[in-house]
């Protein structure tokens, strides 16, 4: 089948698989606060000695860019630092206090909105206070987001003498139309200039977000920047799908559909770009991702040690991930926990000293299963069955396979180069809970 024909028939609403179940198909009647903390305890008792990964979700931005699709707060009042640093500091104390113990962080992530919001003097504040006496483990995964228009010197050295090895720039485009359009605004000579301080200062991998399908893009504006791209030589690219949903975020209306590629001139983008990494060198991983071989991320898809979690793809597996902040999503295993979505929301839940978990799901044992088979296929393009590929996945799986993006061996369902693309698609087949449910408004964004 042609390339076109298998877009028209796949292209489809489809979640990004960040967990299962997804979001939208969370059981929030049968949680509460008391089954999470519950559910953590029994996990951190199993998994204490590996360390947990924690997210701190920092929303503030000084601009609202028109794609974002993150839970923000624009504002230009740097006010709102300290009182929310506060309210973060205290969230880990009820933590800390839960547990009995100052967990062993493996792997911390800031992410936003502009973590790079914050100054580089409140941030060392924040994670210092988490951190205790002493600075994070050596072996920790430490790593920021940094907005290339406001992430400074300052930035750069505070963290990294915390332990901070990993940055994390978001791109998107550097066509200046585009740049108007989703008012985000960054040049080539800027993020140069971070990327060189970032290594000299001693920074192990530096990513780049990088997004096709956006308003106003086109061939050859997104070939450009992905010339400029692959001339810094980032370790890491993400190179993400353009997620329209603005029935959740207002600010994509700005534009229309007439302004956004679509179909087959939006997967020529992403054919494109595709194409061009992986000519330079880049690995692709997963779905999104691309790196050198040198990375850590590509080392350990090789190894079959590469995980995803609700902070993306990492090279670090815990079975615990604590998120601090407004929005932020908790997972211990076997029970997701959501912070309240408003700032003003989470912290008066901090204020009147209760977890801010608003939303959640307990996973049951087919939960897990599941979830266990779509981790893989997400992170190795394979699973394996151990007694025989249930009727209904054969079932949902068969055009697919017909179409030779999928193939089963036995007990192992393994996803062909060309089914690659269509990740998500695959994903799908297994996830009862959507084809139990069909949603009746549209939840998720195109699958390409």
Known sequence: METTELLRKYNIAAPRYTSYPTVPYWNNQHFNEGQWKSRLLSAYAQHREEGISLYIHLPFCESLCTYCGCNT?????????????????????????????????????????????????????????????????????????????????????????????RLSLGIQDFDP????????????????????????????????????????????????????????KPDRIAFYSYAHVPWIKAGQRHFTEADIPQGNEKFALYQKGREMLVAAGYEEIGMDHF????????????????HRNFMGYTDQHTQILLGLGVSSISDCGTAFAQNAKTVEEYKQYIKDGVLAVQKGHLLDAEDLSIRRHILSLMCQNSTCFETEVPAQVMQRLQPMIEDRLVAIRNREVKILPLGRSFLRNTCMAFDDRLWQQQPQTQLFSAAI
């Open 73 to 165: 707060r624009i504002t230009k009042n740097h006010g709102v630092e300290l009182p929310y640093i506060e309210a973060l500091l205290q969230e880990w104390k009820m933590y800390v206090a839960l547990l009995g113990e100052q967990p062993k962080i493996k792997e911390i992530h800031l992410g936003g909105g502009t973590p790079t919001f914050f100054s580089a003097t409140n941030l060392q504040q924040l994670l210092q206070s988490i951190a205790g006496a002493a600075q994070f483990d050596t072996e920790a995964a430490c790593s920021f987001e940094g907005h290339p228009d406001n992430t400074t010197a300052e930035h750069l050295q505070t963290l990294y003498s915390l332990g901070f090895k």
């Open 177 to 232: 139309k585009v740049q108007y359009m989703i008012n985000r605004y960054q040049t080539p000579a800027q993020v140069k200039h971070i990327t060189e301080l970032a290594r000299k200062m001693g920074y192990q991998s530096i990513n780049y977000d990088l997004i096709y399908g956006l308003p106003g893009q086109n061939m050859e504006g997104l070939t450009r920047t992905i010339d400029e791209v692959i001339g810094l």
């Open 291 to 306: 790196a050198l071989p040198t990375d850590s991320l590509f080392i350990a898809y090789q190894q079959n040690k590469l």
